[in-house]
């Protein structure tokens, strides 16, 4: 059974710049969350995806935004990159379409803004 | 807004020993509550969870005990070994009930001496 996947494993960016971050989610999961996590903080959900569509968010700006696939793979996209994104993005599935299983986090992408 | 207090934020055993951490949550709405350890460079991988209608959940060494009247859940380790030691963290799936849309405290650094 092959975990969830993320990618990049690293990320340096520049203030202003737009990045993309990958995520395939563990065999058999159709519902992706993605988190936030800042240095020395806990995870902060960001949003979660199910059947390709946003099923609710957190307190992030628009700039933050999302895709699911067919497949169920899942895209984070963050446009006009501030200094305070640098963190942690973590990617996790569950095979759930209620939210009513436990999420499976991958390795997470760290994202680096100068 | 919701949150979740974990305490203590560092905590030091020897080995052997029991180590407890311990969260508190403000929705009473909340009932799915899950505890994840992260190790250096990884994801949180879930170790143990617990649902509103349960009171204590035992594996092996790792237990869960929630207070819903009070708001606190608590997670045990006994017997605790070297390859313990990694930040803990608590959730909560909050009024949402969606356990994708988790609540984290802000950890726990669990450091076990051998």
């Known amino acids: 059974e092959t975990g969830v996947t993320q990618s990049p494993t690293h990320l340096i960016k520049t203030r202003g710049q737009q990045v993309t971050l990958r995520c395939s989610s563990q065999s058999g999961h159709n519902t992706v969350s993605w988190y936030q996590q800042a240095l020395g903080q806990g995870p902060q959900f960001i949003f979660q995806?199910?059947?390709?569509?946003?099923?609710g968010r957190g307190n992030f700006p628009p700039r933050f935004s999302g895709l699911q696939f067919p497949n169920y793979s899942s895209e984070l996209n963050v446009n006009a990159l501030e200094l305070d994104d640098s963190a942690l993005y973590l990617c996790a599935s569950s095979p759930g379409g209620a939210g009513n299983s436990p999420l499976h986090f991958g390795n997470g992408t760290r994202l680096t803004v100068t | 807004g919701e949150n979740v207090e974990q305490h203590p934020s560092t905590l030091s055993v020897q080995e052997g020993d029991s180590a407890v951490i311990k969260c508190t949550y403000s929705d009473s709405a909340s009932n799915y509550f899950p505890w994840y350890k992260q190790e250096l460079g990884k994801g949180p991988q879930l170790i143990i969870d617990?649902?509103?209608?349960?009171g204590e959940k035992k594996d092996q060494r790792i237990a869960v005990t929630l207070n819903k009247t009070a708001k606190h859940f608590s997670l045990h380790i006994t017997e605790t070994q070297p390859e313990d030691s990694a930040v803990y963290f608590c959730?909560?799936?909050?009024?949402?009930?969606?356990?994708?849309?988790?609540?984290f405290g802000q950890g726990t650094t669990l450091q076990v001496k051998p």
């Open positions: 617990i649902r509103s209608n349960v």
């Open positions: 959730a909560s799936s909050g009024h949402s009930g969606n356990t994708g849309k988790l609540i």
């Open positions: 995806y199910y059947r390709e569509e946003e099923n």
